[in-house]
């Protein structure tokens, strides 16, 4: 059996998707799972278990044993569980599995950052992937970061959508480089054993920055009715929010950071090495098939 690429964060949004490209490519996946979240899932899928949590840097150690990669996809600023942090899981528990990784000899650390997060000192989330990919580099781990732009999750917008209008976070006229997470969830993969993306931070995005009135624009193409586009200032979406919750003035911040028109991705590493760079109308094509929005085979 091939020595098995580790997948952290993978009964996730993105890394549930990881899991599938790894083994569609013939890839050994073992996926590190914490207590209380249900492997059943990827059991069925033929992923082997390792139990463990990115606090605990034992057992990190035991996931670790026999890896000959990584790939980590795990956030704590969405807080899917109780204790789950930008403080806990995206500062220390990143911490603990690149020392876990310098420990175990790691021949690949694959990691998501997001689009430009150096120039995003003032968004938290952002920043502090900036922060974890220094460490990678000064640790000496063998490493490939990867940074997405904003996921296309037409789940979030899908009961909209089915009222003929389209959500747009600040302004329905600014562009910014959005992105199919399977998309990024092939480029993880491929990034296993791409020797030219070895120690390199790599935009991801598609062939264009969008609008949301340009992606209205497409929906309305694709789905056969108008979609109209409802602006929701940063201020009013999360101004009162963040005056309680931190995580809400770290989106507020994001989005803030959205209209400053500099959240473009660069596309040309891309190309080079993960191949041809998505169309953004192919992608909402398949995004909406996934949410059997509209017809066709599922990407």
Partial sequence: MNAPVLVVGATGHLGMRVVRALAASGKTVRALVREGTDPGPLQKQGVEI???????????DKALDGAR????????????????????????????????????????????SILTCDQARDVPHFWQKKLIEDYLEASGVPFVALRPGAFLNVYWWAKDLQKGRLNAMGSATQKWTQIDPDDVARCLALAVDEPRALGKRIDLGT?????????????????????????????????????????????????????????????????????????????????????????????
Avoid: C, W
Avoid at 50 to 60: E, F, I, Q
Avoid at 219 to 237: C, D, K, Y
Avoid at 250 to 263: C, H, L, P, Q, S
């Fill in 50 to 60: 390792a139990p463990g949590n990115m606090l605990d840097p034992s057992s990190l």
């Fill in 69 to 112: 990669a990584l790939v980590t996809t795990a956030i704590g600023y969405s807080a899917r569980k109780p204790g789950d942090t930008l403080a806990s899981v995206d500062d220390q528990g990143n911490r603990n599995l690149v020392d876990a990784a310098r420990r175990a000899k790691l021949g690949r650390f694959v990691f998501t």
């Fill in 207 to 299: 062939d264009r920055p969008i609008s949301a009135q340009e992606i209205a624009g497409i929906l309305s193409g694709l789905m056969g009715r108008q979609i109209t586009v409802r602006a929701m200032p940063a201020g009013l979406m999360f101004g009162v929010m963040g005056l309680f919750n931190p995580r809400m003035r770290d989106f507020g911040a994001m989005i803030r950071y959205f209209m400053k028109g500099t959240y473009i991705a660069d596309t040309t590493e891309q190309a080079k090495l993960f191949g041809p760079v998505p169309r953004i109308e192919d992608s909402l094509r398949r995004v909406l098939q996934e949410a059997h929005l509209i017809g066709g085979a599922q990407a």
